[in-house]
C-alpha cells in the first residue's frame, strides 16, 4: 500500500511539474511578437528554405500587372536611368568594380539593395556602391567629382557634419603625434575622457574598445558574471551589433540558446521579466522607439509598401520607466545600447532623451571623433572583472587596439567640442526644427502629388510609400541620380547630422522631389484596382513557393502576373521564372 502511494506521490509530482513547465513555456511564448522577427529559430529555418528565382524580361517590367505600355516606358526609363549615372559615374564605378571580387563586403551590398527576383536585371551601375574622395560640411564627393548631400550620416558617426569631425581628428592627430601608436600605456588626454564620459553617463567606470559590437559583447558579459543568470532579453527587431550572441534569428548560424526575443511595448514581456529567473540583462536599442517590434528598414525587402514607423515619444518613454522598475525589481542589468543614439538624440544621448538612467551603457560610432571606437559605461560593481574571495573567476576582456593615443585624443577633442555653448543650442532645438523640417518636406511631396510620406524620430528619418508598388526600391537610384548619397540600405533610414542648415535641407527636398517626380514619369508607381499589398505579397508567396515546388505551379495563382500575360493558366507566370539552387551560385552573378 505505502508503495502504491509512492508510486502515486512521484506520478503527481512530476504531472504536477511538466504542467509547471508547460504553463511557462507557455507564458514564454506569450511574450513574443506573433512576426517571424519574434521567432528568431523560425525565422532561420524558414530563411534557409527560401528558394532563389528571378523574373525575366518579359516578366521584370509588368511584375504588378501593368500594361505593355507602361512596360515599355518603365525600361526606358531604367536605361535613361542607367545612361545618366554612367556619364556622370565612370570613373567612380571603374574604380569599385574590381573591389566586387575582392572585398566581401562589397559583393554582399552589391546583392542586397533590392529584392531578389529583380536582382539580376540591374546593371553595375545600380549595384555597385560609392567611392568617396572627399567632404564638406553635409556633402561627399565621388571621384566624377559629383557633390551628393549626405542622408546615410556614415552609418551614423555623422552627428555634427563632416568639417567638425575632420577638425576633431586634425587636432587629435597633433596631440598624439608625439607618442605615436604606443599600447598598453595610456595617453595622457584618458583621465579627462573618462570623467567627461562618467558625467554623461551617470555611471561609474568607463572600459574602451574598438567597435560598438564589442562594447556589447562586454556589457552582456560582465552582466552574466555578475548576477551569475544565464540569458539577455533584447527586444523584436532590435539591432546589437554583428555578435551572434544577440543576433539569434537570419545572419547568425550558431545555434543561440541563451537569449530571449520579447516583443516591445508588450504587457506579457514585463511579466516575464518578473517571474523568470535566468534573466541577466536586458539590452535595449533605443532606435526601437522610431519602429517597435521591427527590423530597421531596408529596401532589400521593399516587396510591397506596408513599411511603417510608429514614433510616440511619451508611451515609448513610459514603457522604459516600466522596464527600468523591473529590472530594479529583479536584480536584472538594464543596458542601454547607444552605439547609435548616443551623443545624437541629447547630449546624454537617449538616457537624457527619454530620461532614463540605464545600469551600463554602450557606445560608438560618433564618441571617437571620427576614429573608430567602442566603449562600456557601468556602476562600480558591474564593472569590476574579479570576484575578491574568488581569486581566479575572473571576467577577462582585452583589446589589442583598445585606448589608442590617436583615438583617445580624437576623442577628448570630441567630448569638449560638444560641450560648447553653440552645440549644446543644437541639441536644445534640434527635436522641434527636426519635426519641423519633416512638416515642410511632406508638405513638397503633398504638393508634387508623390506617393510619399516621410517619418522621424528626431533625425532620423525613413521613407513610407502610400500607394501599393513593387517598384518602390527603384527609388533609391533616382535620388542617387538627383544627387543625394543614402547608405546601401536605400530609402529605409536617412541619418541626418544635426549641422544641417534649413538651405542645404530645401535642396534635400528639392533634389528627393526631382528624383522621385522623374521615378512616376518613368511609370515605377502605376496603379490599378487589383494591385493591393495583399495581392502583392500573395503574388510573392507563390512566385517562392513555385520556386521551391514546380510540381505546384498549376494550381498557385499569378493573379498580377496573369493579368499583364493575358492567359488563364495558373503555371504561365512561373514559366517567366528561371530557379536556380542558391544565390550564390553563377547564374546569380550581378551586372
Given at each position: 500500500m505505502q508503495q502504491t502511494n509512492?508510486?502515486?506521490f512521484i506520478v503527481a509530482f512530476i504531472g504536477i511539474y511538466l504542467v509547471y513547465k508547460v504553463?511557462?513555456?507557455?507564458q514564454l511564448s506569450k511574450a513574443k511578437h506573433p512576426s517571424l522577427r519574434g521567432h528568431s529559430k523560425w525565422s532561420r529555418r524558414i530563411a534557409a528554405n527560401i528558394p532563389y528565382f528571378t523574373y525575366q524580361d518579359s516578366v521584370y517590367f509588368c511584375s504588378d500587372g501593368a500594361t505593355k505600355d507602361i512596360a515599355d516606358t518603365r525600361r526606358a526609363g531604367l536605361q535613361q536611368l542607367q545612361q545618366n549615372i554612367r556619364a556622370k559615374c565612370s570613373k567612380t564605378i571603374a574604380h569599385?568594380?574590381?573591389?566586387?571580387?575582392?572585398?566581401s563586403d562589397v559583393r554582399f551590398t552589391s546583392h542586397y539593395r533590392i529584392p531578389f527576383p529583380y536582382r539580376r536585371q540591374l546593371t553595375k551601375e545600380f549595384t555597385l556602391g560609392s567611392i568617396a574622395c572627399e567632404t564638406k560640411g553635409s556633402q561627399v564627393k565621388d571621384l566624377d567629382g559629383n557633390w551628393r548631400y549626405d542622408l546615410s550620416g556614415s552609418y551614423g558617426v555623422n552627428v555634427f557634419g563632416y568639417d567638425f569631425y575632420k577638425a576633431c581628428m586634425d587636432v587629435g592627430s597633433e596631440k598624439a603625434k608625439a607618442i605615436g601608436p604606443v599600447l598598453g600605456a595610456y595617453h595622457p588626454l584618458i583621465t579627462e575622457n573618462v570623467e567627461l564620459i562618467k558625467k554623461v553617463s551617470g555611471l561609474d567606470e568607463v572600459s574602451f574598445h574598438m567597435s560598438g559590437t564589442e562594447a556589447v559583447m562586454q556589457a552582456v558579459r560582465l552582466a552574466r558574471y555578475h548576477t551569475g543568470r544565464t540569458h539577455l532579453v533584447r527586444l523584436c527587431g532590435?539591432?546589437?551589433g554583428w555578435w551572434d550572441g544577440v543576433?539569434?534569428?537570419i545572419g547568425n548560424n550558431r545555434k543561440t540558446h541563451d537569449v530571449y526575443t520579447l516583443s516591445d511595448l508588450s504587457e506579457q514581456t514585463l511579466h516575464i521579466l518578473n517571474t523568470r529567473r535566468d534573466i541577466a540583462c536586458v539590452l535595449i536599442n533605443p532606435l526601437q522607439a522610431f519602429h517597435p517590434n521591427a527590423d530597421s528598414a531596408s529596401d532589400v525587402s521593399l516587396v510591397a509598401s506596408d513599411r511603417q514607423t510608429h514614433f510616440d515619444k511619451n508611451a515609448y518613454t513610459r514603457w522604459l520607466e516600466k522596464i527600468r522598475e523591473v529590472c530594479t525589481k529583479r536584480n536584472i542589468v538594464l543596458i542601454f545600447d547607444e552605439v547609435f543614439t548616443g551623443f545624437r538624440l541629447s547630449h546624454r544621448g537617449a538616457q537624457g532623451f527619454f530620461g532614463i538612467q540605464a545600469d551600463m551603457v554602450t557606445y560608438g560610432k560618433t564618441l571617437g571623433g571620427g576614429f573608430p571606437v567602442g566603449a562600456v559605461a557601468g556602476t562600480h560593481r558591474l564593472m569590476k572583472r574579479f570576484k575578491d574571495n574568488k581569486p581566479i573567476d575572473v571576467s577577462f576582456a582585452r583589446g589589442t587596439f583598445n585606448s589608442h593615443p590617436y583615438v583617445i585624443a580624437a576623442m577628448n577633442e570630441f567630448l569638449t567640442r560638444v560641450q560648447q555653448p553653440q552645440i549644446q543650442e543644437i541639441y536644445a532645438t534640434a527635436e522641434q526644427v527636426w519635426n519641423n523640417r519633416v512638416a515642410q518636406f511632406n508638405q513638397a511631396l503633398l504638393n508634387a502629388k508623390l506617393p510619399i510620406q516621410i517619418t522621424n524620430m528626431h533625425s532620423i528619418l525613413s521613407v513610407m510609400y502610400t500607394q501599393p508598388s513593387r517598384y518602390n526600391w527603384m527609388l533609391q537610384f533616382y535620388l542617387r541620380d538627383a544627387g543625394l548619397e543614402l547608405s546601401w540600405t536605400g530609402t529605409g533610414r536617412f541619418i541626418m547630422?544635426?549641422?544641417y542648415t534649413d538651405q542645404e535641407f530645401q535642396q534635400v527636398i528639392k533634389r528627393f522631389v526631382a528624383g522621385a517626380t522623374q521615378m512616376q514619369a518613368?511609370?515605377?508607381?502605376w496603379s490599378s484596382a487589383a494591385l493591393t499589398n495583399n495581392a502583392i505579397k500573395k503574388q510573392f508567396l507563390n512566385d517562392i513557393l513555385r520556386a521551391k515546388f514546380p510540381a505546384m505551379g498549376r494550381f498557385l495563382a499569378s493573379p498580377l502576373i496573369d493579368q499583364n500575360l493575358n492567359t488563364s493558366e495558373p503555371s504561365g507566370a512561373f514559366n517567366e521564372m528561371s530557379s536556380a539552387p542558391s544565390i550564390s551560385s553563377n547564374s546569380d552573378k550581378v551586372g
Open positions: 509512492l508510486y502515486f504553463i511557462i513555456r507557455l569599385y568594380e574590381p573591389l566586387e571580387e575582392s572585398v532590435a539591432y546589437h543576433q539569434p534569428g547630422n544635426l549641422s518613368d511609370g515605377w508607381w
